[in-house]
């Protein structure tokens, strides 16, 4: 029941952020299943508990893909700067979906400039879904300096992005 997981998200909110991390930090050591996993994981992330970092950084490394994957996001609504390395690493996992999470929360804990820095090996990724993701988080960051990091996307007439308007810019 997903109202559930809302109530108790909003029970650890009311609560001090050592008391968050250290259920947090028990909620995953308790979980045996990759469903349980993800459970607290994104309950990690719903409540932003930027203490919980280190518990999820490992995550980064589980067998289940969808574990990882839900551990990039939840690193990135932390908005913790700290889980950068560990998101970098995760822009090479085997799984498309990690990748594109990463990619997802690199843009919401780095400032623009240090996430465009990552945008070349971007770029280059075999799944278009992940290059596209760029392209948005680059726009929606607003940041004109971005347009240069599209630019060969754009230009590229295999890609096919090209028609969606970014082509005008």
């Not at 993800?38 to 950084?57: F, I, Q, S, W």
């Not at 913790?80 to 990748?99: F, G, T």
Request: with cysteine; charged share 30%; proline share 7%.
């Amino acid at each position: 029941d997903l109202y559930v997981q809302e109530r108790i998200a909003r029970g650890l909110e009311k609560r001090p952020a050592d008391t968050v991390a250290g259920a947090l930090h028990t909620g995953l050591a308790q979980a045996k299943k990759p469903e349980e996993l993800r459970r607290v994981v994104r309950l990690a992330g719903r409540v932003a508990c930027k203490d919980a970092r280190t518990d999820l950084e490992p995550l980064l490394d589980h067998k289940d893909d969808r574990v990882r994957s839900e551990a990039a996001k939840a690193l990135g609504l932390l908005k913790d700067p700290a889980a950068a390395a560990a998101l970098v690493k995760a822009l090479d996992d085997k799984s498309p979906y990690v990748r594109l999470e990463a990619v997802t929360a690199l843009a919401r804990l780095l400032p623009p400039a240090e996430f465009r820095s990552y945008a070349a090996k971007i770029r280059k990724d075999a799944i278009e879904l992940i290059r596209l993701q760029l392209v948005v988080e680059l726009a929606d960051q607003g940041d004109p300096a971005g347009i240069a990091e599209i630019a060969p996307l754009i230009s590229d007439p295999a890609w096919p992005g090209k028609d969606s308007g970014f082509s005008e810019i």
